[in-house]
């Protein structure tokens, strides 16, 4: 945290979206020594996310879109991806940093003012992987100040080769426990050679280390009930999880569940 702090020099990390991930992003910056009066967040003023600030006692650190971007030097972006214009004709501050969470959206998508280069995207795990300081996150174009964020926030952290690979990184990673604790609680097999040659077919070296990653993070042994609340929680109709389950509903192999969920991003990636 202490890169992040000098980067600031006393201004503020903005949380533009202060939802499910929003919410998860605050209490790990919070906890990883980011100083409460240097936190500003906004939201569409829902009565559900008020109340959930209150109760987080973070009532008073929300702020209007055009505040916050007046105050922020590192603007995390966290609104959903259909709401990616919320930025569109708001000012930033000179030397600012827009810190993209959108699932498949380019970062040239944002009508953020900022210059391309002081833009930087990345793909995180869910927000209770935030919570426990287990997760994973995927970053691109490598910037050493968002690395040094992620990691402080406990999150291993992934420079993908190119931007074009955040689709597959979002399937295999993110998604990966949760189609685990569906093979688990199914009794079905990880099959796990197919997901290493998943890994070498989309050129992630790394890939057994985030099979491990997962299988070690999945929740195990829940009775029915709770596996399905567990995977209700974590999958978004019509998103990327969903694909991947259904996939595995349908008799698919894990990995060719995955791949399901790689081709539902490229899907929402087009719009
Ligand atoms: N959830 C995950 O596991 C996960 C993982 C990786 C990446 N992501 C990405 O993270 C982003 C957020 O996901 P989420 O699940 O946190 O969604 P969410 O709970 O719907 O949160 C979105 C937030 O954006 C706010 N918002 C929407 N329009 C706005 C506007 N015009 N001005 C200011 N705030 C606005 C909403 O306000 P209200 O609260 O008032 O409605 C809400 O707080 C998405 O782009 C998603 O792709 C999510």
């Not at 987080?56 to 007046?70: K, N, S």
């Not at 931007?163 to 604790?181: E, H, I, S, V």
């Amino acid at each position: 945290m202490k890169t992040v702090l000098e980067f600031l020099d006393g201004a503020a990390v903005g949380i533009f979206g202060a939802g499910h991930l929003g919410q998860a992003v605050t209490s790990a910056l919070l906890k990883a020594g980011l100083p409460r009066e240097q936190l500003v967040l906004c939201h569409t003023g829902s009565a559900k996310t008020a109340a959930a600030l209150t109760a987080a006692e973070l009532g008073d650190r929300a702020v209007t879109p055009a505040e916050l971007l007046a105050a922020a030097k590192i603007v995390l972006y966290l609104v959903r991806p259909q709401a990616a214009n919320a930025i569109a004709g708001l000012p930033m501050r000179p030397g600012a940093l827009l810190v993209s969470f959108l699932a498949g959206t380019g970062l040239a998508r944002i009508p953020a003012a900022v210059a391309q280069n002081q833009r930087v995207r990345v793909m995180v795990s869910d927000p209770d992987t935030l919570a426990k300081q287990n997760g994973i996150a995927a970053m691109f174009p490598e910037n050493a100040l968002v690395q040094a964020m992620l990691q402080a926030l406990g999150l291993s952290v992934l420079v993908l080769p190119s931007k074009d690979r955040f689709q597959a990184f979002t399937a295999m990673g993110p998604c990966l426990p949760m189609a685990a604790a569906w093979c688990l609680g199914h009794d079905r097999p990880i099959d796990h050679d197919g997901l290493l040659a998943l890994g070498e077919r989309y050129g992630f070296s790394d890939y057994p280390e985030m099979i491990a990653w997962a299988l070690e993070i999945c929740p195990k042994g829940l009775a029915r009930e709770e596996l399905n609340e567990y995977l209700n929680q974590a999958a978004t109709p019509g998103g990327v999880t969903e694909a991947v389950l259904n996939g595995l509903r349908d008799g698919d192999a894990i990995a060719a569940a995955l791949e399901r969920g790689i081709r539902r991003c490229e899907e929402l990636a087009k719009g």
